[in-house]
């Protein structure tokens, strides 16, 4: 990449990056607002934002390996930023559950989680993601030194509990948890043939 690229990458890449991430919510309340998500609206509005958090829970994940394909450092610029938003549509996944599906009923609420196991996996998920985005900023990071990395590995964990919650969610239709799933296992398998050849070169 020249310079000239790089300038214009750094210039247009985060504002491009934010619209785009954006640009789902604002699609589905465009949706809602006109009455065009079909005969269960609430439904379709809690699933679309689970979706959309497991997609950009993925792309944060793939910023890493395509900054190896690529050998450029560009990808991981938008990393903290696709985290978050991944983040922002798991909470509106999870408050529009809590308010328009259960009425903010906490009994009932406590008790799907218990006895649902796809709630369950996808609570862990939310409560993982916490320190995370808690955690995602640069003082933070400066202040944990090694920990932060050991901390931010919880990613991978949480991936697999989303995955698990979809599919556990859909039930019969597992062509996109499937996708997901196979994707997820790609991520993995790049970051360990990753890891494996630098303690083989240390070696």
């Not at 890493?64 to 909470?91: E, H």
Request: hydrophobic share 55%; charged share 15%.
């Amino acid at each position: 990449m020249t310079p000239d690229s790089a300038k214009l990458l750094q210039r247009i890449g985060t504002p491009l990056v934010f619209t785009l991430s954006l640009l789902p919510f604002i699609l589905l309340v465009l949706q809602l607002l006109t009455d065009a998500l079909g005969a269960n609206p609430i439904e379709a509005f809690i699933r679309h934002n689970g979706e959309w958090g497991l997609r950009f829970l993925l792309l944060t994940l793939t910023m890493t390996p395509l900054r190896y394909v690529l050998k450029q450092s560009w990808p991981l610029r938008y990393r903290r930023m696709l985290g978050l938003f991944a983040f922002f549509y798991v909470c509106i996944h999870l408050s529009s559950y809590i308010v328009l599906d259960q009425f903010f009923d906490w009994a009932e609420i406590w008790a799907d989680i218990l006895k649902r196991p796809f709630i369950t996996v996808g609570m862990t998920a939310f409560l993982l993601l916490i320190p995370l985005v808690v955690t995602s900023n640069k003082m933070m990071m400066k202040r944990l030194g090694r920990n932060w990395q050991r901390l931010h590995r919880l990613v991978y964990v949480i991936a697999v509990c989303a995955v698990l919650h979809y599919f556990w969610l859909v039930k019969a239709d597992l062509y996109w948890p499937t996708v997901y799933a196979v994707l997820l296992l790609a991520l993995f398998t790049i970051r360990i043939a990753k890891s494996h050849a630098q303690r083989t070169r240390i070696s």
